[in-house]
C-alpha cells in the first residue's frame, strides 16, 4: 500500500484555522509560511513521538502512554502546554466516557429495533460503519467489549 | 435521518477541544521508528500539543517579527524564530534563513581563502 507524502502532513485547512485563532485579529499569514508551519507540526509531532517512546522503553514498556507523552514536553521544554494538556485530557477522558455508555445504549436499543424491515438493516450497517471509525482508535489501549 | 444528525450532534457537544484529526497524526506517529502500540490518550495528548505548538511557534514568531509593521506572519519570521529561540531549535533544518545568493557566494570565497590561510 503506497503512502501519499500527503498523509504525513496534517490538513492545511485545520493547521490555517488554529493559526488565525493564535494571531490577533486581522494578522494575514503568508501561504508559505502556513506551510512551513504545517511542516513544523508534522516534525513536532515526530520528535514528540520519539522522545515519548525513549520514556516507554526505558520504563520496558511497548506502548506509549500519556505519562510518556507529559514527560516528553517536559524534556522539549514545552512546560507551558503540560497544564492544559491535563485539563483537555480530562475532558477528553469523560467524553469517552459517555461515549461509550451511549454506544452501548444504541446497540441495546438497536437489538431491540431489529426486527423489523430491510431498509432498517442497512441504515443500521452505516451507523456501525461509522461507530467503527470513532472506536478505532478507543480499541487500541482497551479491551473490545464483545457483543453477544 | 435523524439518528445520523444526532450522532453529529453528539460529537459537537462532545468535545473534545481538538481539530486536528487524530487519525492522521497517529499515522505520523506510526513512521516512527521502534513505535509499536499507542495508548488512545497518549495519541490524544499528542494531537493536542500539536495543536498548542502551532499556536505557540505562530504567536511567537510574530511576535518577535518583523512581521509587526507589516501585519502579515512571513516565512522568515518562523526562520528567524527557529534559529533564536532554544524551543523551536529542532526546527533550523526544516525552517532554513533564505540568504541572496549574492551573499552565499560572498561567503564561499571567505571560506576559501581561510582554507588557503591555513
Known amino acids: 500500500m503506497a503512502e501519499k507524502p500527503e498523509d504525513l502532513n496534517l490538513p492545511n485547512a485545520v493547521i490555517t484555522r488554529i493559526i488565525k485563532e493564535a494571531l490577533p485579529d486581522g494578522v494575514n499569514v503568508s501561504k508559505e509560511a502556513r506551510r512551513a508551519i504545517s511542516q513544523a507540526a508534522s516534525v513536532f509531532v515526530l520528535y514528540a513521538t520519539s522522545c515519548a517512546n525513549n520514556f516507554a522503553m526505558k520504563a520496558k514498556r511497548k506502548t506509549l502512554n500519556a505519562g510518556d507523552v507529559m514527560s516528553a514536553m517536559e524534556e522539549m521544554e514545552f512546560e507551558r502546554f503540560l497544564q492544559p494538556l491535563r485539563e483537555a485530557l480530562e475532558a477528553y477522558k469523560k467524553g469517552q466516557k459517555g461515549k461509550k455508555e451511549a454506544s452501548e445504549q444504541k446497540r441495546k436499543d438497536k437489538e431491540k429495533k431489529n426486527s423489523p424491515g430491510e431498509n432498517d438493516k442497512s441504515r443500521d450497517e452505516e451507523e456501525d460503519e461509522h461507530m467503527d471509525d470513532e472506536q478505532e482508535g478507543e480499541n487500541e489501549g482497551e479491551e473490545e467489549d464483545v457483543e453477544n | ?118
Not at chain 2, 67 to 81: F, I, Q
Request: with cysteine; charged share 25%; net charge negative.
Open chain 2, 1 to 118: 435521518m435523524s439518528a445520523k444528525n444526532m450522532e453529529k450532534v453528539e460529537q459537537a457537544t462532545n468535545r473534545k477541544n481538538i481539530s486536528l484529526p487524530m487519525s492522521r497524526v497517529r499515522l505520523i506517529m506510526k513512521s516512527s521508528p521502534d513505535v509499536s502500540c499507542i495508548n488512545q490518550d497518549a495519541l490524544f495528548l499528542t494531537t493536542k500539543a500539536t495543536e498548542l505548538f502551532v499556536q505557540h511557534l505562530a504567536l511567537s514568531s510574530y511576535k518577535n517579527g518583523s512581521g509587526k509593521e507589516t501585519n502579515t506572519l512571513s516565512y522568515s519570521d518562523l526562520a528567524n524564530a527557529a534559529e533564536e529561540s532554544e524551543t523551536f531549535q529542532f526546527l533550523t533544518d526544516i525552517l532554513p534563513k533564505k540568504i541572496l545568493a549574492r551573499e552565499y557566494l560572498k561567503s564561499l570565497e571567505e571560506m576559501e581563502k581561510d582554507a588557503d590561510n591555513l
